[in-house]
């Protein structure tokens, strides 16, 4: 029986077949590449429900034996125990469970999305803020600039995470648009945050909200005419 076995979780994707013990932080040491043979074909079960294991991008994900020990993904782990997982790439460490951290449990880019309006968002690479900040990748509304329809996207958290932290701003493209945009986040149906709006002349604006207990996050942008972007935008435990 699974529950009997040593389980050790494994990243998948991080590197090829890359084990790493199911210890909280482990020590810096160099990753090494190996191959394998292992058994495939193990279901998972927590509480008699079988869970399907699935990576971020939602392609299927397997659990294996390798010489006699079962090996199961971290992200099909953290979801069975309701707890966030987070990946450390200077530390080499995967912790799961609560972390202090300065780095984001998962970025809103990498969240699986609940439920969304008739407008989605959208993930573009290399955006510039009317200041001239650059980032490497933003979060927008998708749909014509005159629109005036909704976007909104809701994420369930299950009260995985504490905090919300980011940037809204305007594209160095659009900066002396006359319309607007506002960034909207609801937790549980309930408005726990709208930044100021967003247009010409407004610099970008740093927002931290609270999601303490928050099952279901849903975040909109709303308004219309010039590009709006949330960037740099976590979650964090």
């Known amino acids: 029986m699974l529950k009997k076995q ?14 790493f013990s199911a ?7 160099d990753m090494v590449q190996k ?8 279901n998972i079960y927590v509480d008699d429900v079988k869970l399907n294991p ?7 994900l397997e659990a294996f034996i390798y010489n006699g020990t079962t090996y199961l993904p971290l992200r099909a782990v953290s979801e069975a125990m309701n707890k966030p997982v987070f ?11 609560k972390h202090d951290s300065s780095e984001p449990a998962v970025l809103l880019k990498d969240l699986d999305y609940f439920n969304s309006g008739d407008y989605k968002f959208q993930f573009e690479n290399n955006v510039k803020d009317n200041l001239g900040n650059e980032y490497s990748y933003g979060i927008s509304k998708y749909g014509a600039l005159s629109s005036y329809a909704e976007c909104w996207q809701s994420y369930l958290i299950n009260g995985r ?14 900066r002396s648009t006359s319309d607007e945009s506002r960034l909207r986040v609801y937790g549980d149906g309930r408005l726990i945050y709208e930044s100021p709006n967003m247009t010409a002349g407004v610099h970008p604006v740093d927002f931290d909200v609270d999601l303490t207990g928050v099952l279901e996050l849903k975040v909109e942008i709303a308004g219309s005419g010039g590009i709006t972007y949330l960037v740099n935008t976590g979650l964090y435990q």
């Open 6 to 19: 040593k389980i050790m979780y494994f990243i998948a994707g991080m590197v090829a077949m890359a084990i």
């Open 87 to 97: 990946w450390d790439g200077k530390t080499r460490s995967v912790y799961l469970g």
């Open 161 to 174: 995470y504490s905090r919300m932290k980011g940037k809204f701003v305007l594209d160095y493209d659009t």
């Open 23 to 29: 210890t909280v932080a482990p020590a810096v040491a």
């Open 54 to 60: 699935v990576d971020s991008s939602g392609r299927p």
């Open 35 to 42: 191959q394998i043979t292992v058994a495939t074909g193990v």
